[in-house]
Structure formats: structure tokens, C-alpha cells
């Protein structure tokens, strides 16, 4: 089993940053890729920004020059560092990671439980 634990959602007043974290554990081959997505109110779930092997990135452009990811990939870890928040990013954000639980298996995506992030003053 992989399981994804998310941290770092909250409150933020517009214009503020936050800094969300994810860690992948459990039965991990390989982590081929690692992502953020959200789900406004009433929204459907979207990509925020992914990042592969080889730190190739792609983010929405929605938060193109805001939000910046990256990760460690000795820890299993994905980041999100989010600046110049608007109350348009509020949003259950959820992390994403494709895995090989083990060598013989396919990648698998997991998903995390989410974090709310609320930006309003």
C-alpha cells in the first residue's frame, strides 16, 4: 500500500503565501511523477502543477509566476510553495503521485486526502 499525507493548508489573506507539502510512503519501486490538484466549490477537481522525473514541470496558467513545485525526491516529497494568493485559489488541494509499488507492477496513481486552502480577508 502507498499512502500520501498532505500538510500545510489554512487561512491566508489575499496576497499571502502558503507552503503545502506531500509524502508518499508505504510499498514505493519508483515515484515517476508527483502532482498538486484542486477542487473549488462546486468545481471539478483541476491540475495546479506536476513535476516528473528530471524536475520537468507544468503548472495551470491560472498560477503561471505565483506557485512554484518542486520536490526531494530522496524523501518522497512534493511541494508547493504558493505566493500572491488570490480568494480564486480557495480550494481543497490534492497531492498526486504515479507509482511502482513494486518492480513487476504497472504505475499506479494515489491520491491524497486533501488540505483546504482558504484565501479571504
Known amino acids: 500500500q502507498v499512502q500520501l499525507v498532505e500538510s500545510g493548508g489554512g487561512l491566508v489573506q489575499p496576497g499571502g503565501s502558503l507552503r503545502l507539502s506531500c509524502t508518499a510512503s508505504?510499498?514505493?519501486?519508483?515515484?515517476?511523477?508527483m502532482g498538486w490538484y484542486r477542487q473549488p466549490p462546486g468545481k471539478q477537481r483541476e491540475l495546479v502543477a506536476h513535476?516528473?522525473?528530471?524536475?520537468?514541470?507544468n503548472y495551470a496558467d491560472s498560477v503561471k509566476g505565483r506557485f512554484t513545485i518542486s520536490r526531494d525526491n530522496a524523501k518522497n516529497t512534493v511541494y508547493l510553495q504558493m505566493n500572491s494568493l488570490k480568494p480564486e485559489d480557495t480550494a481543497v488541494y490534492y497531492c498526486?503521485?504515479?507509482?511502482?509499488?513494486?518492480?513487476?507492477?504497472?504505475?499506479?496513481?494515489?491520491w491524497g486526502q486533501g488540505t483546504q486552502v482558504t484565501v479571504s480577508s
Open positions: 498526486n503521485a504515479l507509482i511502482v509499488p513494486i518492480a513487476t507492477d504497472p504505475a499506479y496513481n494515489y
Open positions: 508505504g510499498n514505493i519501486f519508483s515515484n515517476e511523477a
Open positions: 513535476i516528473r522525473s528530471g524536475s520537468i514541470t
